[in-house]
């Protein structure tokens, strides 16, 4: 059974850089993409970005553009999402998500059915 695992998560000032990463473990892997999305309190989980795990094509939210980038590693089982000139409404949990998707519903939370546990990211002001 795959396993996803975040970790990076934290507290950052405005206009600073994390770097999250996720890794699949257990089972057999092989996802057509690999995404993350986000989840700000009292609002739905949002796509963020995605890459295709074949290939390398990457996808973003409007939001995150020229700001996000995201990446993967085939042969460690890994993407990463570097993240840099963070704003406030970029605070929320992250999770990492790993399914099926087809490039018209890359950006939808229910093409994925492997999720991770979720890591916070906070931007403070």
């Known amino acids: 059974q795959v396993q996803l695992l975040e970790s990076g998560g934290g507290l950052v000032q405005v206009g600073g850089s994390l770097r999250l990463s996720c890794a699949a473990s257990?089972?057999?892997?092989?996802?057509?993409?690999m995404a993350w999305f986000r989840q700000a309190p009292g609002k739905e989980r949002a796509f963020v970005s995605a890459i295709r795990w074949n290939g390398g094509h990457t996808y973003y939210t409007d939001s995150v553009k020229g700001r996000f980038t995201i990446s993967k590693d085939n042969a460690k089982r890994t993407i990463s999402l570097q993240m840099n000139s963070l704003k406030p409404e970029d605070t929320a949990v992250y999770y990492c998500?790993?399914?099926?998707?087809?490039?018209?519903?890359?950006?939808?939370?229910?093409?994925?059915?492997?999720w991770g546990q979720g890591t916070q990211v906070t931007v403070s002001s």
């Open positions: 257990g089972g057999s892997f092989s996802p057509t993409y």
């Open positions: 998500a790993s399914g099926l998707a087809i490039l018209s519903s890359v950006a939808q939370a229910t093409s994925y059915r492997k």
